[in-house]
């Protein structure tokens, strides 16, 4: 059993644990995540198009490193602050020292990955994609 917190239980906060090897989720517990709480008052239509904050301690931030958070949680960008949550922020009791919040990401959707992405349009070469999706794409058919 790995340490508390871990990056899996982190992002049982935002949405249904993807992390492999783990197959418990806050959905199969009956419990709306912060985006899933997003979707049923209609301001997100998926996950993808959220941009999350995760405020956290020191003990969470070491927990994540080498991780890519958005990734995880399955948004478009995540960020980690160590400042206090603002009030209204979604936590759960026994996630104890997590909060987050979650807005609307800023950006233009990537048509091949559909992570909502500032720098979608910007690309010359491939305006319609995200940065990391034109790498792919040049170095897989080019
Ligand atoms: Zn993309």
Same mark, same amino acid.
């Given at each position: +059993? *790995?340490? #508390?917190?871990?990056?899996?239980? %982190? ?13 418990? @989720? ?8 912060? %985006? ?10 998926? @996950? ?10 020191? *003990? ?11 990734? %995880?949680? %399955? ?9 206090? *949550? ?5 936590? +759960? ?12 990401? @800023? ?26 999706? *034109?790498?792919?794409?040049? #170095?897989?058919?080019?």
């Amino acid at each position: +059993m *790995a340490t #508390h917190p871990t990056a899996a239980c %982190i992002c049982r906060c935002f949405q249904p644990c993807r992390t492999p090897g783990s197959r418990r @989720s806050w959905r199969s517990a009956g419990r709306p995540s912060a %985006i899933e709480l997003e979707r049923a008052a209609k301001r997100l239509g998926s @996950s993808l198009q959220a941009s999350v904050t995760l405020y956290a301690d020191t *003990a969470v931030e070491q927990a994540l490193a080498g991780h890519d958070l958005a990734e %995880i949680c %399955i948004v478009s960008a995540a960020q980690l602050s160590l400042a206090a *949550a603002p009030d209204g922020a979604f936590a +759960m009791a026994d996630v104890p020292g997590i909060a987050v919040t979650v807005e609307l990401a @800023s950006g233009e959707k990537c048509q091949r990955c559909w992570r909502v992405l500032p720098e979608v349009t910007t690309i010359a070469a491939h305006p319609d994609l995200c940065g990391r999706c *034109a790498d792919a794409v040049d #170095h897989h058919h080019a």
